[in-house]
């Protein structure tokens, strides 16, 4: 009888399917377990490769299921979604899981460690917290638009629609006057709030070493810093700063055949945050370029001359990541504060 080599574990909340594979491919098991049987389970099979989608509680099950013994591969799951083969069902999912994580080429995600998922909880929590204040405000202008009260967008004009609120000229009906405190003290509140996460980011990101070597590329601060070394896995991972840059998505999409290459828009496949903070920043630097002008002969210079704003920040993006590779990769300092050189 073959020897179990790889377990496919299909995860839920409280019943998992774990499908057994031989280093041959043949089905060894097939089981349903709850969630109280899983572990015993697994500590009666020899040390094998345990497969799992990249979804909720992976990160925690991978560490649990590791220390027995058993070598942890997370699968993302658009790569396992191929080899289901006909009906979607739990079983299809587990052997599907175990297929995926047999192909030598197969490309899984890093366990992360408690420590990590803490950091990422304090970025993610503060993301949260803008969204909510950016709704809460829009709330706010629309219906303050509505009684003939305009104000343009952003935080930093609600000072504006405070003073119309808290006037006494008489050109607010009570109501409306005691709903919109009610909605600026939210704002007041979420921003107190975000204030607090955003001094807990800056902090860990002067104590962490590659963060502070990070927040000196022009464009990548220490918000920025602290996305990159908490979400992006080791980048031993990528061979060259080209893939960590395809990684978090500033690489065109391709629609190549026949020897003819088509390029098209970015593929936004990755990590979203890294690739969404790295464009905010370099749409400041090249904001700040267009109006101070950049260095003669640089590389952004020659882009701004010939390029749309947009398209020379998402291609500044995609050099900023490859800086971030380089930085992290050789453990060096930034020496190019300019960022000039082609």
């Known amino acids: 009888m073959n020897e179990v080599s790889i377990i496919g574990l299909d995860l839920a909340k409280n019943v998992f399917q774990a499908h057994g594979a031989g280093a041959d491919g043949s089905v060894i098991f097939r089981r349903k377990l709850s969630r109280m049987q899983l572990l015993k389970f697994l500590t009666q099979q020899p040390s094998c490769v345990v497969a799992m989608e990249a979804c909720a509680s992976a990160h925690h099950w991978g560490r649990v299921i590791g220390d027995l013994g058993h070598e942890v591969r997370l699968i993302p799951p658009a790569y396992v979604k191929p080899f289901v083969k006909r009906q979607k069902n739990d079983m299809a999912d587990a052997e599907a899981i175990a297929e995926a994580a047999s192909r030598p080429t197969m490309r899984f995600v890093a366990v992360k460690s408690e420590e990590q998922q803490g950091a990422a909880m304090v970025y993610r929590t503060r993301d949260l917290l803008v969204r909510q204040r950016t709704q809460t405000?829009?709330?706010?202008?629309?219906?303050l638009a509505e009684q003939g009260i305009v104000a343009p967008t952003g935080p930093a004009h609600v000072g504006r629609l405070a003073a119309v609120i808290d006037g006494d000229d008489g050109a607010l009906p009570a109501a409306v006057r005691d709903l919109a405190r009610l909605l600026l003290d939210q704002i007041a509140g979420l921003g107190e709030k975000v204030a607090d996460l955003d001094a807990e980011l800056r902090r860990r990101a002067s104590v962490d070493?590659?963060?502070?070597?990070?927040?000196?590329?022009?464009?990548?601060?220490?918000?920025?810093?602290?996305a990159i070394t908490t979400f992006a896995p080791p980048m031993e991972t990528f061979s060259k700063g080209r893939d960590f840059a395809a990684w978090v998505g500033l690489t065109p999409r391709q629609h190549s055949s026949g020897g003819k290459e088509r390029l098209g828009r970015t593929s936004k496949m990755g990590q979203r945050d890294i690739r969404r903070l790295l464009?905010?920043?370099?749409?400041?630097v090249v904001r700040w370029a267009a109006r101070k002008g950049a260095a003669e002969g640089s590389w952004l210079a020659r882009m701004l001359e010939r390029k749309p704003k947009m398209l020379v920040a998402v291609a500044l993006a995609n050099r900023m990541a490859r800086t971030v590779w380089a930085l992290m990769r050789k453990g060096e300092d930034y020496r190019d504060p300019a960022m000039a050189t082609a």
């Not at 405000?137 to 219906?143: C, E, F, G, S, T």
């Not at 070493?209 to 602290?226: E, K, M, Q, W, Y």
């Open 279 to 284: 464009i905010i920043g370099a749409v400041a």
């Open 209 to 226: 070493d590659t963060a502070r070597r990070l927040a000196t590329i022009p464009g990548v601060g220490p918000i920025t810093a602290a």
């Open 137 to 143: 405000i829009n709330a706010l202008r629309a219906h």
